[in-house]
Structures are given as structure tokens and as C-alpha cells.
């Protein structure tokens, strides 16, 4: 059986893993521009060039069966400064890239922050600050406004999570800090940031839908035992709910607060007012980012331990969560993982989206998915894995969707290939290749994007059916 006609098959991407251009037409630095030039890391200066590539690639998706486009605005494109001087010219390359979609019959899908801050604002403290949350404001009122009736999609933030601790606790991303106490600042602003944009939208009529998108991560135990079962209480709220609940249910999980005070952090920030705007602010759909789940078990010792794979077969099976006093997350030995120790897990995508289902009854959308490979890019690319992998994901959501879930769309990670952050251009996801070397940089389809035309054009019907 396939998906309904209204079923959104699209591809994602973000600004600045994509576009290039990093300092072309007026654009601010960002916070990622900073960090790597600063620390003389693989950067995305050029990247994918999607700046000027954007109406081909438009174009391919739409060929290759896609009825919707994922990505996202780049902050600093569009405000220049402190002050909030809008850059005209910012808007009118996202005008440009809106306008392409809607001639190309493409829903734009459109994410307000895929984690570039304007260095303006990291120099004040970026997400410590609570000003970037005002900034923050005036920056989604611009867009609002000027791109209100093109869009229907609207995302404010991608994955919080990532981004957040990434930034402040594992300090793999920048600013690459290692401290508890800022992580949670940082993560109560980033959510009231949301909270208000998703405010501003109701007050202003704006028209379509607003939501948010998460690195979703169902939480699955080792056995059944009340020890288990707390501590996976612990890592769902880690993973999952401080953003779930707080935008679906307008409140922060009170067990998380309380664990986190028994962990010394300082809570005197969180202010009623604050509290007042979360609570009011609803969305209409969640964006789910799936690529695994975490299994855990009980804490049983040692320090807090996190550690991200970012080298590939250099540092296999070097990840590590543990969360002193919480949980610990292990390897599920019969399992698949990937150079990047990503668990290739599909049955976790169905669990989490009945989960999800049940607890918070809205709409939902695949908003990434896609597993990161090395690829020779030389010659046509024969993504059979990618191919397979794909299939069994969907396959998981219309096994959920046959279940009762309410899943709305499907994006693939990624369009074609870009800059995969600290994994730099060699950790490939597209369904189109690009050579980094090329002065071009062609590009070429895989034949997971013929496949995905497939998917797209049946609504799901080729999809090769399995149950758990
Ligand atoms: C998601 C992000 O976390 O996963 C993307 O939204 C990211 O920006 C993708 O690229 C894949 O992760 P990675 O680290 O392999 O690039």
C-alpha cells in the first residue's frame, strides 16, 4: 500500500554545510566561519557552492521525483549586524532559491537556524546571552515577513540538542566548551528563543505551520528492571524531551530540572515570564531527524564520558556516553555500525515514531535521514547500501504509519553532498555527487537518487515491505 497523494518526498540541507560563499554579497561571519578558520579546520568556504549551483540542484531534485526541499536560512546572510541591518541582498538570494522551488512545483521546507550564529553574537556570549534570544526574534520577524505566503514550512530551529551540546558540554563543535552549567543556559535560551518565534507567528498570522526539528533518539533498555527503566528515564529526557516536551507541551521536564539541580547546576536564570512564553507556545508538527537509537543501561562508574566519532575508520568504535550518576549508553553487539559508529537501526524509527505518537498527537516529518559513507565519486556512484538503507527506514515509517502514527513527509540526508561538519566533505550522504577537487564541482546523480525518483513517484509502493 502506498502513502497518501499529500505525503511530502523531499531532501534536506543546511546553509552553511552547502551554500559557499561565505563572505560573498554582504554576508556577516558566522560563528562556524570563525571557528574553523580560527582553528585551521576543513571549513565550508566553498563547500557545495549551492550560492550559485542552487537553481541545477533545484532543478535535479525536482527531476529525481521531489515534491519538497529542505533548508535552512543563514542568519548572518540576512542580518549584517549587531544593530539588526537587514541585507538586502541575503533576502534576495533566499527569494531567488523560494522562487525556483515554487516554479519547480517544490514545497520549501524552510529552517530558520541550522546552527550558524552571526559571530556578532558569539562574540557577546552567543546562546549564553540572553539578548541573542531578542536578536533571535528580530532576525525570524525579517523573514516572516518577507517571505510570508511563499513558505508554508516553517522550522525554527534544527536539532537543539546537537548544537547545544556539542558546543557546551562535548565541545567537539564550537565554541567547544565542556561545562554543565552553560549547557543547560544555553539550551533554556535556545528553547525560549523557539518559544518566542512561535509566539511572534501566531501573533502575526503568519501563514502555514510552524515547528521545530529534532535529532530524535528513541531510548531503548537492556532489560526491564526498575534500575533500567530509570535510567532510561534519564536518557530520554538527555536526548529527547527537554526539546520534545518543551515544544510540543510547552513545559521542561521537571525531573530533568530537579536531576540537574542535584548535579549543582544553578537554575536562578529560569524566569517566570520565560516560563509563561514556553508554556504558550504549541507547535503544529515535529521535524524528526532520525539516524539511531541509544541503548542504555544503568550508570555503574566512572566520569562523564562523551565522546564523538568525527574521524571515521580512523577512530572506530571510539564513542562513548556516559553520563556520571544517569546512564550509560552500549553497543548492541548484533547490530551494524557504521565507520562513524552510527547503529543502523530502522526498527528504532518505527518504535519512536509511535512513541512520539502517543505522547504528543501531532503531525510529524521525517525531516533527515541517511547514513554517511567514504564514496569514490571518480566514477557513478552504486549506493546499493544507501539504496537499502533507505528502504528499510521508510518501510519503518509506513509500518508506524500502518500502526496509527501521523507522518507527514520524508526528507533524505542529503540533497547531494556537502560539508558534513567536524567530518568534513569525506563523509558523503548525498543522493548526488559532487567532487570536492573539481573546480565545478559537477554534479552527478547516484543511483540512490534514480531509486528515490521511484519512492517518490509511487508514494511509497516500490518500497520492499518488511515486518519486525
Ligand atoms: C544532523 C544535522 O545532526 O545530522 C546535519 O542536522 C548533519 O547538519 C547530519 O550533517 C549528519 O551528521 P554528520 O555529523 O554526519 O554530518
Known amino acids: 500500500m502506498a502513502l497518501n497523494d499529500h505525503f511530502l518526498w523531499g531532501s534536506a540541507t543546511a546553509s552553511y554545510q552547502c551554500e559557499g560563499a561565505w563572505d560573498l554579497d554582504d554576508k556577516a561571519e558566522s560563528n562556524w566561519d570563525r571557528y574553523l578558520h580560527v582553528n585551521n579546520l576543513e571549513n565550508g568556504d566553498i563547500a557545495s557552492d549551492f550560492y550559485h549551483h542552487y537553481e541545477e540542484d533545484i532543478r535535479m531534485l525536482s527531476e529525481g521525483g521531489q515534491n519538497s526541499f529542505r533548508f535552512s536560512l543563514s542568519w548572518p546572510r540576512i542580518i549584517s549586524d549587531i544593530n539588526g541591518t537587514v541585507n538586502q541582498k541575503g533576502l534576495d538570494f533566499y527569494h531567488k532559491v523560494i522562487d525556483t522551488c515554487l516554479r519547480y512545483d517544490v514545497e520549501p521546507f524552510v529552517t530558520l537556524y541550522h546552527w550558524d550564529l552571526p559571530q556578532y553574537l558569539e562574540d557577546e556570549g552567543g546562546w549564553l546571552n540572553r539578548k541573542t534570544c531578542d536578536a533571535y526574534l528580530h532576525y525570524v520577524e525579517v523573514c516572516f515577513k518577507e517571505f510570508n505566503g511563499k513558505v508554508r514550512y516553517w522550522t525554527t530551529f534544527n536539532e537543539p540538542r546537537w548544537t547545544i551540546f556539542n558546543g557546551y558540554l562535548i565541545g567537539n563543535y564550537c565554541p567547544g566548551h565542556h561545562d554543565a552549567q552553560e549547557t543547560t543556559v544555553g539550551a533554556y535560551h535556545i528553547m525560549l528563543a523557539h518559544a518566542m518565534a512561535v509566539n511572534l507567528f501566531r501573533e502575526e498570522q503568519i501563514e502555514g505551520k510552524i515547528g521545530i526539528v529534532h535529532s530524535y533518539t528513541p531510548v531503548d533498555g537492556v532489560d526491564d528492571s526498575p534500575e533500567t527503566l530509570k535510567a532510561m528515564r534519564y536518557a530520554d529526557n538527555y536526548c529527547n524531551n527537554w526539546v520534545l516536551d518543551t515544544a510540543a507541551k510547552g513545559e521542561i521536564p521537571e525531573d530533568l530540572l530537579v536531576a540537574l539541580s542535584e548535579k549543582g547546576v544553578d537554575l536562578s536564570f529560569m524566569k517566570e515570564e520565560d516560563l509563561k512564553q514556553i508554556k504558550k507556545a504549541r507547535v503544529d508538527f515535529l521535524g524528526l531527524n532520525y539516524y539511531s537509537r541509544a541503548l542504555i543501561k544503568p550508570y555503574t562508574e566512572g566520569e562523564t564520558t562523551l565522546i564523538i566519532n568525527n574521524k571515521g575508520k580512523a ?145 511509497g509502493a516500490c518500497i520492499i515491505r518488511k515486518a519486525y
Open 315 to 459: 577512530a572506530k568504535g571510539s564513542s562513548k556516553t556516559i553520563l556520571k550518576g544517569w546512564f550509560e549508553q552500549i553497543k548492541d553487539p548484533s547490530s551494524e555500525y557504521t565507520e562513524w559508529d552510527t547503529e543502523i537501526y530502522p526498527k528504532g524509527l518505527y518504535d519512536g515514531l509511535l512513541r512520539a505518537q502517543q505522547r504528543y498527537g501531532l503531525p510529524m516529518y521525517i525531516t533527515e535521514n541517511g547514513v554517511g559513507m567514504y564514496e569514490d565519486v571518480s566514477e557513478y556512484v552504486e549506493d546499493d547500501y544507501r539504496i537499502s538503507f533507505m528502504n528499510d527506514h521508510i518501510n519503518a515509517i509506513m509500518n508506524a504509519v500502518d500502526d496509527g502514527a501521523d507522518v507527514r513527509g520524508y526528507f533524505a540526508w542529503s540533497t547531494f553532498d556537502l560539508y558534513s561538519w567536524k567530518n568534513g566533505c569525506e563523509k558523503r550522504y548525498g543522493l548526488v555527487a559532487i567532487d570536492f577537487n573539481d573546480p565545478k564541482l559537477e554534479r552527478r546523480t547516484k543511483k540512490s537518487y534514480q531509486w528515490y525518483k521511484k519512492v517518490a513517484d509511487s508514494n
